[in-house]
């Protein structure tokens, strides 16, 4: 009985882990690093309702892997 508890929380807990928290992580990441790219975009260009929500790509991918690397995970 023990044994089968054992192996059904080391389940749990693996799916936990390896799937369930590098997904969220990777999900909080995308938000964060899109509103800071576009903030610096905006700091940079200045407010204009026109481009509201522009950001630079290369910008976006520089702080996605900087917040992957802050929750522990390595792309």
């Not at 610096?40 to 290369?58: H, M």
């Amino acid at each position: 009985m023990f044994l089968r508890i054992s192996i059904v929380v080391a389940a749990v807990w693996a799916f936990y882990w390896y799937e369930y928290r590098p997904s969220e992580i990777r999900s909080t990441c995308e938000g964060i690093s899109t509103e800071q790219a576009v903030e610096q975009f905006e700091n940079f260009r200045g407010k204009d309702k026109k481009i509201e929500g522009l950001y630079s790509r290369s910008t976006k991918e520089a702080f996605y892997l900087n917040c992957l690397n802050h929750y522990g995970l390595k792309e």
